[in-house]
C-alpha cells in the first residue's frame, strides 16, 4: 500500500515538476513549448482513463483521469492567473482542435483491415472505441477549462479568502462535475465497474489537493502570486488583455484624434518603408498633398467647432475616394497627405480629381455647408527618391494650385 501510494506522489510530482519548470522558463522557450507538452499528454490520458486501472490499498483508479486530467485544469488556471485569457485560450483550442482531428484519424484508421499477428484486430478496435470517448472528453474538457475560470473568478471576489482556496475549491468542484459525467460514459459504453468510479473520485480529490498545494507553493515561491487579471465574467475570452492593451493604445497613438486618420507619428514610422518598398519592387508610389480651402476665413466665420466638421467632412470624403491599400495622413492644421502604393501618375491624377470634384460638390449638414480643397502631387522617381522629396513636390504643386486658384491637379 505504501508503495503504490509512493508511486501515485512519485507521477504527480514529476508530471507537475516538469510542466511547472517549463512554465517557470516560458521566458526563455516561449509559453509554446509548455503548451505543447501539455497537449501532448491528452490522447494517453485518454487512452489510459479506457483502459488501465491500478490500486492504492482498497481504491482502483485511472491514471488517465486522476494523475493527468486532474493535473490539467489547475496547470491550465496557472497560466490564466500568471498570463491572460488570451494566452490560456490557446492551449484550450489547441486541446479542443487537437482532440477532434484525433477523433477523425480514429475513425479512419478503425476503416482499415487490421493486421492479424500481434492482436491487430483486438488493438484496432480498441482504438475505434476509443474515438467516441475522445469526443464526449473533448467537450467536456472544454466546457471544463471555461468553467474552472469562471468559478475561480467568481471565488476571487470574496474577499480574503486564500490563493490556495480559491484554487482547490475551482478545481475540486469542476473535476467532480466532470467525474461523473465522463465516468457515466465509461460505465455504459466500456462496462467500466462502479468500484473503479468511486475510486476515481476518491483519487481525484485527492489529487486536486496535492495540485493545488504544489500550484500554491511555486506561485508563492518561483512567482508573486499577484492579483489575478480581471474582466467580465461573460467574456472570459473576448477580454482585452494586457498586450492587447499595449497594441490598442499604440494603434491609437497613431491616430489623428479628431478625424481618425493616420497622424504625423505614424507617417514618420511608415512613409519610408513604402518608398523602400517601391524602389525594391521598382513599382509606382504617388502622394497627393490635401489642403482644404480657405480654412482659416471658415474657423473666424464659423467658429472652430465648425473647422472641425470641415476637416472630418475632408477626412470621410478621403476615405470614401482612395483605394483600400492608400494611407491617409493628417500632418497638420488643414493639410492632410495621401500615400498611393502602386498608382501610376493617370491613377493618382484620377483620384485627386475625384476628390477635388467631392468636395466641390457633395453638402455639410452644418456650417460651413460647403469647402473646396487644394491638391498637389507627386510621384517616385520622377519627384525624389525619398519621402522628404515626395513631401516637398507635393507641396510646392499644392501652393502653385491655390496660387492660380485652379485646385486641379497636374501630372506629367
Known amino acids: 500500500m505504501a508503495t503504490d501510494a509512493a508511486f501515485a506522489i512519485a507521477q504527480g510530482a514529476l508530471y507537475y515538476g516538469v510542466m511547472l519548470t517549463l512554465f517557470r522558463c516560458r521566458d526563455v522557450f516561449g509559453v509554446g513549448t509548455f503548451c505543447c507538452a501539455l497537449c501532448a499528454l491528452t490522447f494517453v490520458e485518454t487512452y ?12 482502483m483508479y485511472t491514471p488517465g483521469s486522476v494523475i493527468l ?11 490564466y492567473i500568471r498570463e491572460d485569457a ?15 482531428l484525433i477523433v477523425g484519424l480514429l475513425l479512419l484508421i478503425g476503416q482499415q483491415t487490421a493486421a492479424p499477428m ?20 473533448t467537450f467536456l474538457l472544454f466546457v471544463d477549462c471555461i468553467a474552472v475560470i469562471l468559478l475561480y473568478e467568481r471565488l476571487s471576489r470574496i474577499a480574503h479568502m486564500p490563493l490556495f482556496v ?15 459525467l465522463f465516468f457515466a460514459a465509461l460505465h455504459i459504453f466500456f462496462d467500466v465497474p462502479v468500484s473503479a468510479g468511486y475510486g476515481g473520485f476518491v483519487g481525484k480529490m485527492a489529487a486536486a489537493f496535492f495540485y493545488s498545494t ?26 482585452l488583455t494586457y498586450r492587447q492593451r499595449y497594441e490598442a493604445l499604440h494603434v491609437e497613438s497613431l491616430l489623428d484624434v479628431l478625424t481618425g486618420v493616420r497622424n504625423r507619428r505614424a507617417l514618420t514610422r511608415e512613409g ?61 492644421g488643414d493639410e492632410f497627405l495621401i500615400v498611393l502604393p502602386n498608382c501610376d501618375p493617370p491613377s493618382a491624377s484620377s483620384i485627386a480629381a475625384k476628390l477635388r470634384d467631392l468636395t466641390r460638390n457633395t453638402r455639410m449638414a452644418r456650417p460651413p455647408y460647403s469647402v473646396s480643397a487644394s491638391i498637389g502631387w507627386a510621384d517616385l522617381g520622377t519627384d525624389g527618391a525619398s519621402l522628404g522629396e515626395l513631401i516637398t513636390a507635393a507641396d510646392r504643386r499644392l501652393y502653385e494650385a491655390k496660387a492660380n486658384r485652379s485646385m486641379i491637379p497636374v501630372t506629367s
Open 48 to 59: 489510459l482513463a479506457a483502459t488501465v486501472y491500478v490500486g492504492v490499498a482498497d481504491i
Open 69 to 79: 486530467f486532474a493535473g490539467k485544469l489547475p496547470l491550465l488556471l496557472l497560466v
Open 86 to 100: 488570451e494566452t490560456v485560450r490557446q492551449p484550450i483550442y489547441g486541446l479542443f482542435f487537437g482532440n477532434l
Open 118 to 137: 500481434l492482436g491487430g484486430e483486438k488493438t484496432v478496435q480498441i482504438v475505434v472505441d476509443s474515438a467516441s470517448l475522445t469526443v464526449w472528453g
Open 166 to 180: 480559491r484554487v482547490w475549491l475551482s478545481t475540486v468542484v469542476i473535476l467532480a462535475a466532470d467525474h461523473v
Open 214 to 239: 504544489l500550484i500554491s507553493l511555486y506561485l508563492h515561491f518561483a512567482e508573486r502570486a499577484g492579483a489575478t487579471f480581471g474582466g467580465s465574467i461573460a467574456d472570459v475570452f473576448d477580454v
Open 272 to 332: 519610408e518603408r513604402y518608398v523602400d518598398e517601391a524602389l525594391a519592387k521598382k513599382s509606382h508610389l504617388g502622394l497627393l498633398a490635401v489642403d482644404l480651402d480657405n480654412f482659416k476665413s471658415v474657423n473666424d466665420r464659423h467658429g472652430h467647432m465648425a473647422g472641425d466638421e470641415a476637416l472630418c467632412f475632408l477626412a470621410d470624403l478621403m476615405r470614401g475616394t482612395v483605394r483600400s491599400t492608400d494611407q491617409i495622413y493628417r500632418i497638420g
